[in-house]
């Protein structure tokens, strides 16, 4: 929490804190930065926490942040910035939320988010779980990007068990609820439940078309899992009726076909990859090694396995000029020079799905 509040200090003219009953030092953190800290009875209801918060708020927009989130020094110089800049008839701001990250702190995984919203009656929360405020207004992007650090991991069954609650409670989901309580238990390995789930959100056609997407990748791991071949394939197949086709999703099919050693059908895919253009603005999940380095280490090992050194050699450059201190790439240098590397490994290495 000192991380996250020392960088919004500079920037924020106000700091709300909601403490929802803690037992730590939270709340002898906060009072470091702020003495606005108020106590929020735990619901099981993460929006209904951050109506709280917001409801102390007030300055004309509110920007949220969770407590292992971190405004980096140039992302806080372009937040001041854009504050000295926004015109007054803007009233959602979306900034990337950077997730995941590569050796050297490249995000590899994000995704835009209400970031900054006019105080009113339309900045409201919605959803137990996986929040959400809908966009409204004049929608601005901007090339601001919070930085999400977790330091410690919290329970992998948090949400999965609000969900179970929610549920046992009587409470019909809706197809966002469904499409992130299909996910949760894909994440704790609960694939068959997961693929179910996943099937009836598709089915039921009243979802967004990004998590349409999303469901078809997820329920094609899912599948694959299950050892289920024909459903992987149709479940990635159904991905191109939402849309023109993802780097994400060509990435899967590559490795549908690269595991069963169809080595010229995966790198059709993979090639079909690095074609796709990326549009991070469209509110879904990007996979940004999708979008260059992953094809390319795969079609690495593609050619290598058909004995096309000189074409094996030349993708693997390419991933490297992307990503230079790839763990993968780096055996790959080794490995093509004739040595091994400190594992003894004396083939190719790839990053095979997304």
């Not at 796709?276 to 509110?283: E, K, V």
């Given at each position: 929490m000192a991380r996250c509040l020392a960088s919004a200090r500079e920037v924020a003219d106000e700091i709300i804190i909601v403490d929802t009953g803690s037992l730590d030092a939270t709340?002898?953190?906060a009072r470091g930065y702020t003495d606005k800290i108020y106590d929020f009875?735990?619901?099981d209801d993460f929006a209904a926490a951050r109506n709280a918060s917001f409801s102390y708020a007030t300055k004309d927009y509110v920007m949220w942040l969770d407590a292992d989130d971190v405004l980096l020094p140039e992302d806080a110089a372009k937040l001041r910035k854009l504050k000295e800049t926004l015109l007054p008839?803007?009233?959602t701001v979306m900034m990337k939320y950077n997730i995941a990250f590569d050796e050297?702190?490249?995000p590899t995984f994000s995704y835009f988010r209400e970031r900054l919203l006019r105080r009113g009656p339309q900045a409201v929360w919605e959803g137990a779980i996986h929040e959400v405020i809908t966009p409204f207004g004049k929608i601005l992007h901007e090339d601001v990007a919070v930085t999400h650090r977790r330091k410690e991991h919290t329970d992998p069954q948090r949400n999965l068990k609000l969900f179970e609650r929610m549920i046992a409670s009587g409470k019909?989901?809706?197809p966002r609820e469904q499409f992130y309580y299909a996910r949760e238990l894909y994440y704790n390995a609960r694939y068959q439940e997961a693929a179910a789930m996943f099937d009836r959100f598709l089915d039921e056609g009243k979802g967004w078309i990004e998590n349409n997407i999303e469901a078809c990748r997820i329920l094609g791991q899912c599948a694959a899992a299950l050892q289920d071949a024909d459903r992987t394939r149709k479940a990635l197949v159904r991905s191109f009726t939402y849309d023109a086709p993802r780097a994400e999703l060509c990435c899967e099919m590559g490795y549908y076909y690269f595991v069963r050693q169809q080595y010229p059908q995966a790198m059709w895919w993979y090639r079909a990859a690095l074609l796709?253009?990326?549009?991070?603005?469209?509110?879904a999940f990007t996979l940004e090694d999708c979008y260059g380095y992953l094809p390319y280490l795969q079609l690495c090992v593609c050619y290598d396995r058909l004995g096309q050194r000189d074409l094996a050699v030349a993708c693997n450059e390419q991933a490297g000029r992307i990503r230079p201190q790839s763990a993968a790439y780096l055996h790959n240098k080794t490995y093509f020079s004739g040595g091994e590397d400190a594992a003894g490994k004396s083939s190719p290495a790839g990053a095979q799905r997304s």
């Open positions: 709340r002898d953190i009875a735990w619901i008839d803007a009233d050297q702190g490249k019909v989901l809706s796709c253009s990326r549009n991070d603005t469209s509110g």
